[in-house]
Every structure is written in C-alpha cells, then in structure tokens.
C-alpha cells in the first residue's frame, strides 16, 4: 500500500502548508478484543486555504469524518491509509471517527494476554510511523501539537500517558474514564499510551522544575522480580547529570518507565513514558553485562527528553542524530555519574565493533544517510546511525573540546527548545563556541561510508631499536576516503608476566603514511598498539611481534580497553580470513581465564562460536567444536562458585552442545546430581539446561512440556517455543517454521522465539530444505506483514548454519531475480548475503590449516 508510505517531499509539502494546533484523542479499550474505538479532533490552520492536504489512519475502518462542519463521505475520502482534506479554511476543526486494531507485532497498540493470570496487557511503539495505527494523526516529526488523551478502559487498570494520569471517573459497571490533560507540543511519534493492571513503584526526583513524580511499573506477574530501588537510584542521577550539562530543566511534567511485553527494541523515549523491553526485569540471574546494559538504556532514553523530545529532528534524516546523542550522552554520564567507569570500554568491546561490522556491508552508507521515505529509516536503525555516529560524536567532542561542546550544546537548547531543527542547526552553535569550522569535518565523516585500516610499519635495527614507525592508513576499493585522525600509539614491555605500557604518543594520522617520529630510536617494544585509548574510529591491525605477544599473553593486560582493543584485531583478522579460525580459537579460550570483564566476557563467548560454527573449514568443524566445548566445560567447572563467569561459561556450554555430546554434566546440573558449585540453577538456567539438551536428541518434547507447566509466563512461552524448535528433528524444525513464517496470528517475540531455535542445526541436513522455502516466502512476507515482523524472519530464520557455497549462490540467485524487490527487503538479504560470503572467505582461509 503507497499510502503507508510517506516521502520527505510529500512531509515537506504537507508541513508548509499546515500548522497544528491540538488533538483531542478519545479511545473506548472496552469494546472487543480485537478493535477499538478511536476519534481525533484536530486543530490546525492552512497557510494556503482553499488547497488540500490528507490525514493518516491505519485501522480496521473509518465511521466519520467531519471538516469545518460538513461531513465527509469516508468512502470517498479515505483510501489506502489516508483521509484526504479538501479546501482547507485558514483554521479548521476536522473529527474523524474510525475503528482501530489491537496489534500483535510490538507496534502501534500492542495487545498482550498474561498467560499468568490471563489480565491484558496493552501498550504503544509508534516510532517510526506508527501513531497513526492508534488515531488519525498527521504522521511526520516535525508537525508538532498539543495531544489531550480521553481514554475509556476497565476500572482496575492502570492507565499511562505522556501527561500525568488523571483519577479517573466512573463510565458504567467495572468501566472508567481517564482524562488526561494536554501534553506539551511534542510530535506524535514519542507520545504513548499503557494501560493494563500494572504493579506500580512511585517515587519523586527534586529538579530545577520542581518535585517531578516518578513510577516504575511492570505486569502483576513480574513485580516480584523488579529492583525498582536500584532503577530509581539511576533515574536520579541521571536528572541530575543531564539537568546540569544541558544546562536546561527537565522538560516534562512526570516521568514514568513501564517495562512492556513483547517489545521489539531495548526501549523507547516516549515524553515522560519511556518503555522497556522486560528483559530488563531479571527473574533469574543475569550477566553483569545486562545490568551493566540497561543502566546505559535508561541513561540513553533519558538524554532523548532533551535532546529529540525537547528539540526534535525535522525529518528522520536526522535520526542518526538523534541516537547517536544518545549514545554518546549516556556513556558519558554512566562513566562520569555511576559505578561503571569502565563504560567507555563496554562501548569499544560491544558498541563500537557493533559498527564496524556494519560499516564492512556492501549496504553501508554514510552516517548522515538520503532518506527519501519512512521505508528508508525503517532498516536504518542500524550500527551506523547508533554506534557509528556515537564514536564520531566522541571524536568530535574531543575535536571541539569538551567545554566548547557543552556550551554550544547549551545555547543549542536555549535557541531551539520545543522545536525542530537539522544537523547545520547544531554545527552551528557548535562552530561558534569552539571557533572551528565544522563543514569540513562533517563532510569527512559525515557524508562518507566506510572504515579505514590503519596498521604499523616498523623499522628496526640489529640491536632492536626502532629506526622508523608509520602507521599506514588504507580504505576499501569502493569507498576510498582517507580520514584524519586523531590517536595515540602505546608500546607495551612484557614484566613478570605483565604487558606494562612503556611509552604512549598522541598524534594527528593523516594520508597513507603517517611517521610516528616520537618513537624512533627507543627499542622495539613487545607491544605496539596502534589506537590505544580508543579514541579514533578505525580497523587496527597488529605487527607480527605484536601478535605473537597477545597470542601468548592475552591475559597479561593490566587494563581491560586495551585487552579488548587487541583481541578486536585478532577476531577482525579472523574476520577478513587473515587469520585462521582455529588460530584465532586458543587466543580466545586462553582470554576466557580469569576475565572479570563481563562484556568482554561475552563477546569471547560470542567470537568462539562464530569462529566454530561458521568461519571454521567444515571439515574441521566437529574437531574444533569439541575441543572447544571441552575446555569451556573445564573453565566453567574451575569458576568462581555464584560468579559471573560460571553464569555465562555455563550458558556457552549449554549453547554449543550437539548431538553425541556428554551431556551428564548438564543433565546433572538440571536435575540436580550434580554438586551445582554455586550456580543459581533457577527458571532460566532450567530453561537453557533443557534446551541444550533438546537439541543433544537427549530430552524430548515432553520434557519441555512439563517445564512449560512449571513456567506458566510470558517468558515461558517463548523459552518452551525455542527448546522444541532447537531438537534435532525435520518435524521440530517444520513446526518453528509454519509458527513463526507461515501463522500469521504469532506474537512478534514468540516469532523470535521459534527462529532462535530453528536455526540450532549441527545436522546441516535439517534445514537444507529451507534454502529454497526461505528464498520462495521472503517477498510474500515482506508484502504481507508488517515491518518489524517481516524483518525478523527475513533475518532470524536466513539458515546460517549453512553457510557456505551453496547458500551463498542461492542468496546471490535471489538478489538476481529480484531487482524489482522492495529496498529494505533487498537490503536485508544483502546483509545475508554478505555474511555468508565473508564466511566462505574465512573457512577457506581456516582450510588452508589442514
Ligand atoms: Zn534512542
């Protein structure tokens, strides 16, 4: 349908000739379970009248729609997805009144069933485009109004806006009305309705406004398991943080978190009503890794009240913009305000390679990315517009200096609150408090794709002291920018066993070839580390010397953002097949020891079943997978008892296990033989237990069946839906196939659920046949559902484990005789294809070993 799409042209058109005034939005939730009924009143004038313009609406139908007091036939006015709006007058009054539908993808208004206590859960996710599958709404950023929410529902509920929640009055037996007062001018994308019988945690934070109410709010069946204190404790700090930076008061008049039931995404900025995916709600013990991960999520959402609530982008062009901000302004304030000082590490290790990734696609673009319509920004919210642009904001923070970027931040905010602005609106201000031009800088690392590799080049003489160092710099073929950039080189002396940095030069790498002159003349060290401190965006690569080093003493770092610096290059060599797979295995098993970095931890864990599973020549694959298994079982019996290593070895463990296994030892630990040594064996250790063991051949549907009895929630559904689909049988994989691709009626997260599992195959046998099927649906699929489900499959259930030539043509087959295919579908299988062809790259490297 065309009309679910929006130009920028069509935006700008319509922004130029309306302004907005107000909406009044009154939804009945007590009419069925399938629909609701919603009415807008809108306010706004036409800078043109007598021309026309159209309103848009997704739902089941349109009753009414009256204009300036004539009513309008909606047979003839509505039509794929929007009202037209003939003969504006210079202010008009219009009220459409139509009939929306509860979703089950995560977006617009998400209906939700507690298989728990069978209460019903709703919620909204309108970015991007997606308030208008609630009420009728001119749905673009920049076309910003007042909203006045009346909202009808069950008495017992709770109901959640942007505003602060009403008492609400009596509307007949069991039944109520909420009344919500205006929210501030805002656009429609971040306001937010919740409603359900959610548990409540209340609080207040004292700010430059005033006392500002604060509520934390989870399902009735969750509320045992929600750490509100430690949430508060954060939100707290970061009002403060953020207050004083922006030099601006909070902009809202409450601030509300609800942690929401299949949520797509970690969270959303909703105006005073952020939602969060319930992950975050650990019912089990989790890694450090995630608390550390949703302390920064919190943080992020926060930032956006100021920046992209307050002052919003004009069109998502912008959006790079927008949560890179983010991005940026929350690991400052979690490594400058919270325990976790080391968050600029988390960044490098997680959110940093997260970019590099996608900026090695043949689909990466440049940060600042044409985005001609909706279709586009909806498969951009991607590691260039989140990590790319928040380790470029990095640098340009340390370009500008950091008091010149606060103070141009602050007039930022001064000049634009409540409005919307473009990136030259920032550089602006920016250019004046640090008296530098920006136009350059931007073009360099804004408007080109691409990452450059900077390696060292050492000259030595017969004593061993260093006559030359360069660092030389290379790009792709087909992205050739060479960029400045501003780094620091560390050497590094091996002590007792201790890598100890001897020597640390800061300069500016520009060109092919930049003379490091500093360190000529001082012996060759046992480490040279090109970008040390993280401070550039760039490939590194390591001196033979240099990996050597951290080949026999990945260990012997005295810091963990250097460690992880050098094991990056190892695994991206790994990557770029210039180091074997099964070279690349003992670097990283020998990492595991005693590593108290929980990310970092994570990402190893991560790598080695990459390196296993798909960069490892086929041939080797069983060897090196078992050899692999053993010594994580070993790590993983010597950990700490309760610590966070045992928690995620053991995981890996369960994750890599395949049929013909010894399973024993994790069919002692769910069952209870086993001396447990400490590990919390609770709903989610149970669940990845039997999963592993499910897909071993060792346990059965039945099992999981009964497991499912015990674990009658949300998460039980999923966990249940994942271990039957992960058995290593044609029936289990055809079953997770028809639920998630073919049912239409499946929830987005049990979709996610079913995909995870399907893609466990040792037997490649197993999913062969779903080469073909996956290729024939994804058009169909992309046509026929809705965009975050419709990606989901196109990425979750791509065979990855069967990676390797064949797949690789197939794709690439695909890609051939779909020219015509939607861009964002054709973009997708790109990145399959890509992954693919980098895995066939790296196992002919590994196979080069035998
Ligand atoms: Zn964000």
Redesign the pocket.
């Known amino acids: 349908m065309p009309g679910t799409n929006l130009t920028r042209d069509e935006a700008a058109i319509r922004s130029d000739l309306i302004e907005v005034d107000s909406y009044k939005v009154a939804l009945d939730l007590t009419t069925s379970e399938k629909v609701f009924a919603t009415q807008s009143t809108v306010r706004f004038s036409c800078r043109r009248p007598g021309e026309g313009t159209f309103i848009d609406f997704i739902g089941e139908s349109v009753e009414s729609v009256e204009l300036n007091g004539e009513a309008l036939d909606p047979a003839q006015v509505y039509a794929d997805s929007r009202i037209t709006l003939p003969g504006l007058a210079a202010e008009n009054v219009l009220t459409v009144r139509a009939t929306g539908t509860y979703m089950h993808t995560g977006e617009g208004l998400h209906r939700f069933v507690d298989p728990a206590d069978d209460e019903v859960y709703l919620y909204t996710q309108f970015e991007v485009p997606d308030s208008r599958r609630m009420y009728p709404v001119f749905e673009q950023p920049d076309l910003k109004a007042t909203f006045a929410f009346t909202v009808t529902a069950p008495a017992h509920w709770q109901v959640i806006s942007n505003s602060p929640t009403p008492d609400p009055q009596p509307a007949g037996e069991g039944v109520a009305t909420w009344a919500f007062a205006p929210t501030e001018r805002m656009s429609s994308y971040i306001t937010a309705l919740v409603a359900g019988p959610y548990d409540v945690v209340r609080d207040s934070v004292t700010t430059r406004a005033g006392e500002v109410p604060l509520g934390i709010f989870c399902r009735r069946s969750l509320r045992e398991h929600l750490d509100a204190e430690n949430l508060l404790s954060l939100t707290k700090a970061g009002f403060a943080y953020f207050e004083s930076e922006f030099d601006q008061p909070y902009p809202f008049g409450k601030y509300d978190q609800i942690f929401a039931p299949e949520y797509n995404m970690g969270a959303m900025?909703n105006a005073g009503c952020v939602t969060f995916h319930e992950m975050y709600v650990f019912r089990s013990k989790v890694p450090d890794s995630l608390v550390e991960r949703r302390a920064l999520t919190l943080l992020?959402?926060l930032a956006?009240m100021w920046f992209?609530n307050l002052v919003t982008m004009k069109w998502w062009n912008d959006l790079w913009l927008?949560?890179s901000f983010?991005e940026w302004a929350s690991t400052t304030c979690q490594s400058e305000a919270t325990d976790w000082e080391g968050a600029w590490t988390t960044f490098s290790t997680h959110e940093k390679s997260w970019a590099y990734r996608q900026d090695q696609l043949s689909t990466t673009h440049p940060i600042v990315a044409p985005i001609r319509d909706l279709h586009d920004v909806e498969v951009n919210f991607d590691g260039i517009t989140y990590a790319k642009g928040a380790s470029v904001l990095k640098q340009l923070v340390a370009y500008v200096g950091r008091e010149a970027f606060r103070d141009g931040l602050r007039a930022y905010f001064a000049k634009h609150a409540w409005g919307n602005t473009a990136l030259a609106d920032l550089l602006t201000e920016l250019e004046t408090t640090s008296g530098r031009d920006l136009r350059t800088w931007s073009q360099q690392w804004l408007e080109t794709a691409g990452v450059n590799t900077l390696r060292p080049v050492i000259e030595t003489d017969d004593e061993g002291v260093m006559t030359a160092v360069r660092v030389e710099q290379t790009a792709p073929e087909d992205l050739p920018t060479l960029r400045p950039h501003r780094l620091a080189v560390g050497c590094y002396s091996l002590e007792d066993g201790v890598l100890r940095r001897t020597h640390r030069v800061e300069l500016d790498v520009e060109g092919e070839s930049t003379e490091v002159a500093e360190l000529a003349g001082t012996p060759r060290p046992d480490l040279l580390l090109v970008n040390d401190d993280d401070l550039a965006y760039a490939k590194i690569r390591l001196d033979e010397r240099s990996l050597a080093t951290v080949r026999d003493n990945p260990t012997a770092f005295e810091d963990s953002l250097p460690q992880s610096l050098c094991l990056a290059s190892a695994w991206d060599m790994t990557r770029d097949a210039e180091l074997a797979a099964r070279d690349y295995l003992p670097i990283a098993l020998a990492a595991l020891e005693g590593q108290e970095d929980s990310t970092l931890l994570k990402t190893l864990l991560l790598q080695l079943r990459t390196a296993v599973q798909t960069y490892a020549a086929p041939a080797a694959r069983d060897e090196l997978r078992s050899t692999v298994r053993d010594r994580l079982v070993a790590l993983a019996r010597s950990a700490a008892p309760g610590s966070d290593a045992q928690l995620q070895l053991v995981s890996a463990v369960a994750e890599i296990t395949a049929p013909g296994d010894d399973t024993s030892w994790l069919a002692g630990l769910l069952d209870g033989d086993e001396v447990r040594g400490g590990l919390a064996v609770d709903t989610d250790m149970r669940w990845t237990l039997l999963t592993a063991l499910v897909a071993a051949g060792d346990r059965t549907g039945a099992h999981v069946d009964d497991e499912a009895a015990r674990d009658r929630t949300a998460a039980g559904r999923e966990r249940a839906a994942r271990a039957r689909a992960a058995a290593p049988t044609a029936e289990a994989k055809e079953a997770a196939w028809r639920a998630g691709v073919e049912d239409a009626s499946t929830s987005n997260s049990v979709i996610d659920a079913h995909a995870l599992g399907f893609g466990r195959a040792s037997d490649e046998s197993l999913l062969t046949p779903f080469v073909q099927r996956y290729h024939e649906a994804l058009v169909g699929v992309w046509r026929d559902r809705t965009h975050a489900v419709a990606e989901s499959i196109a990425t979750l259930f791509y065979p990855m484990a069967l990676a390797g030539p064949e797949l690789l043509a197939a794709t690439q087959a695909w890609l051939d005789e779909n020219p015509d295919a939607p861009a964002g579908l054709r973009r997708t299988v790109a990145e399959n294809r890509d992954s693919v062809a980098r895995a066939v790259r790296a196992q002919d490297r590994d196979a080069q070993e035998d």
Do not use: D, V
């Open positions: 900025e992020h959402e956006h992209g927008n949560e983010a």
